[in-house]
């Protein structure tokens, strides 16, 4: 019987000279077999010779970052971290290396450079679609160059940084709707408020990339908190699991920029939450376009307001933990129509199921939610 190893490595910077594998799957096919085995590196080749001829196959991880057998992380909650760091209040962005250090078995410099290497994308996307997206199957068309003249000129209303905010976030969001390239950070559909803030503040004061990195690692680490208690997902929580969650690590984000303290990246966080608390997912014409450009436009204004708001000392009076909770509450009560369904809100206006209904992808094939939408109306 011949036989099949596939062996997936987890990390290319470790030397084949040990092996511990995580999992040992047998797969039993007509006339061979299949050893699949899972592990933080790939199995010795020393190891493979007495087995005979083998068709080997190592497989790379998709995701950056490697799982492994009894994987432990200093911390899962907003409480237990500040329980674990007491008084020394270590910036939240040396926290959040701490966890993905425990988390990926990285050092400080691969977690600095990986984020670095996603602030690099995200500039990418950020200057691509100001210079102008395009794509037939979308319901709004390329807007942020325009705003990107008009301010240029001085012909917006002075809104200091949150104007170029908006352009970095607009923009993104228009390279989503194309199908470009962007960082889903947390989500696809919420994809523009953290990066668009960051981005945008960092030129404006100046700071290099390293510093961007660091304040999207201060995000990411309120986004652990978030997705271990709950979750991301619209279809779950409604638009305050996305743009909710966007505007909380956003703002931690933003205060990790200005060299506050670990307190104030927190109180930002948590009061940048509850004022997202309740907001519904009605996607306009059933397209992740519209009321989410707006809604990535608000949880990034939101977020600077909660950052200058911390780091002046304002009180935020419910810790994060609970106010995810409490996020978590609301959408329990939520109806589904208002959780992605495109059955409620702006998603059943008449002017919505009419853009649906002109849309190419809806032209080509029944779509479903249109025909439920529409009967949800006249029920
Ligand atoms: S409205 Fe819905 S689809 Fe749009 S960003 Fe919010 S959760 Fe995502």
């Given at each position: 019987m011949a036989a099949t190893l596939v062996a997936f490595r987890?990390?290319?910077?470790?030397?084949?000279?040990t092996f511990s594998e995580d999992k040992v799957i047998i797969h039993e096919l007509a006339d061979k077999q299949l050893t699949q085995v899972k592990a933080a590196?790939?199995?010795p080749s020393v190891l493979l010779?007495?087995?005979?001829?083998l068709s080997v196959k190592k497989l790379s991880p998709v995701l950056p970052v490697p799982s492994r057998k009894n994987l432990q992380v200093p911390f899962t909650s907003c409480a237990d971290m500040l329980a674990h760091d007491g008084a020394q209040n270590t910036p939240l962005w040396q926290l959040a290396i701490e966890y993905e250090r425990a988390r990926g078995n990285f050092t400080e410099e691969e977690v600095i450079a990986k984020m670095t290497d996603i602030v690099r994308i995200l500039r990418k996307s950020i200057a691509s679609g100001i210079a102008g997206t395009s794509y037939?199957?979308?319901?709004?068309?390329?807007?942020s160059g325009r705003f990107a003249e008009m301010m240029k000129a001085g012909r917006?209303?002075?809104?200091?940084?949150l104007n170029r905010i908006i352009l970095y976030v607009t923009s993104i969001m228009e390279v989503k709707s194309s199908m470009g390239v962007i960082v889903?950070?947390?989500?696809?559909?919420?994809?523009a408020a953290l990066p668009g803030a960051v981005i945008a503040m960092s030129e404006e004061m100046g700071k290099d990339e390293t510093e961007m990195a660091k304040a999207m690692l201060a995000a990411g680490l309120i986004g652990v908190f978030i997705a271990t208690r709950w979750t991301f997902a619209a279809e779950v929580?409604?638009?305050?699991a996305e743009g909710g969650s966007a505007a909380c690590m956003a703002a931690a984000a933003l205060v990790t920029l200005a060299d506050g303290t670990r307190d104030q990246a927190i109180a930002a966080a948590s009061m940048a939450f509850q004022s997202m608390l309740g907001l519904i997912c009605d996607p306009i014409a059933n397209r992740v376009e519209a009321p989410c450009l707006g809604k990535n436009v608000m949880a990034a204004s939101n977020a600077l307001s909660c950052a200058n708001m911390a780091l002046a000392g304002?009180?935020?009076?419910?810790?994060l933990d609970e106010v995810i909770d409490a996020a978590k509450a609301v959408s329990e009560r939520m109806?589904?129509?208002?959780?992605?369904?495109?059955?409620g809100g702006l998603a059943v206006t008449p002017t919505s199921l009419e853009i649906e209904k002109r849309q190419p992808r809806s032209r080509r094939q029944s779509h479903a939610p249109a025909a439920d939408a529409a009967a949800h109306r006249s029920r």
């Open positions: 987890n990390d290319s910077a470790k030397a084949e000279t590196t790939f199995v010779v007495p087995l005979g001829p037939e199957d979308r319901v709004l068309h390329h807007q917006l209303l002075d809104g200091g940084a889903a950070a947390p989500t696809a559909g919420a994809c929580g409604g638009c305050q304002y009180d935020p009076l419910i810790p109806p589904r129509e208002h959780r992605c369904t495109s059955l």
